[in-house]
């Protein structure tokens, strides 16, 4: 297990780029849908996070083991955060298309 605490708000490149399919935060694989969180706190993150804002969640099979999520943060890079920050949400099809299309 690593230590994610010294990751916070951090980069961790040796997780990049793996996959997860399905894990305690979602049902469904994540091949299949996008998922998306809304930022509910930004306490210690006010530059990285928007509190009311939606993020979509990039899959770390790893990183969820250990409650966290990576989401690309207002610096434009990917970034992994606790899932307390955030709660989960289930969008229409539709929008989520929108969504991912920017």
């Known amino acids: 297990m690593l230590n994610y605490t010294r990751f916070t708000g951090t980069k961790h490149t040796e997780l990049v780029g793996k996959i997860s399919k399905s894990s305690g935060f979602w049902d469904k694989p994540m091949t299949t849908r996008k998922h998306f969180v809304l930022c509910i706190d930004n306490t210690g993150y006010g530059a990285s996070l928007i509190t009311r804002k939606v993020y979509e969640v ?19 890079e990917d ?19 929108v969504l991912v299309a920017v």
Not at 58 to 76: N, V
Not at 79 to 95: D, G, K, N, Q, W
């Open 58 to 76: 990039i899959p770390d099979e790893q990183a969820e083991k250990d409650d966290f999520i990576r989401i690309i943060d207002e610096s434009g």
């Open 79 to 97: 970034y992994l955060y606790h899932i307390s920050h955030f709660v989960f949400i289930e969008l229409p099809a539709e929008i989520e298309q």
